[in-house]
């Protein structure tokens, strides 16, 4: 099982970043998919996640408006796209996929995003 985000990097207040985090070795349709994200000396927070079907999303109130999550089950991918970024945003951010049964769990290794002039 692998989940592998990529995407992130250097970014100015309110630009725009998108990632992507590419899942293999489990149905990945089978799965809800969410995006977490952890900044220096804080919790890990639930940012985004979607329904296995990709009919149903919710979002953390920090980035309703802001961040969209979506997912392609033909590409077994799930992307974050972050608009109106603000330095508040700095983390490292992680996908996360829960088995709809929420029998079997998985995590990635997490992708730096950092917001600054």
């Known amino acids: 099982v692998q989940l592998v985000e990529s995407g992130g990097g250097l970014v100015q207040p309110g630009g725009s970043l998108r990632l992507s985090c590419a899942a293999s070795?489990?149905?990945?349709?089978?799965?809800?998919m969410s995006w977490y994200r952890q900044a220096p000396g804080k919790e890990r927070e639930r940012v985004a996640a979607?329904?296995?079907?990709?009919?149903?999303?919710n979002y953390a109130d920090s980035v309703k408006g802001r961040f969209t999550i979506s997912r392609s089950n033909a590409k077994n991918t799930v992307y974050l796209q972050m608009n109106s970024l603000k330095p508040e945003d700095t983390a490292v951010y992680y996908c996360?996929?829960?088995?709809?049964?929420?029998?079997?769990?998985?995590w990635g290794q997490g992708t730096q995003v950092t917001v600054s002039s």
């Open positions: 070795g489990f149905t990945f349709s089978t799965y809800v």
């Open positions: 996360k996929a829960v088995s709809i049964t929420m029998s079997e769990e998985y």
């Open positions: 979607i329904s296995n079907n990709g009919g149903s999303t």
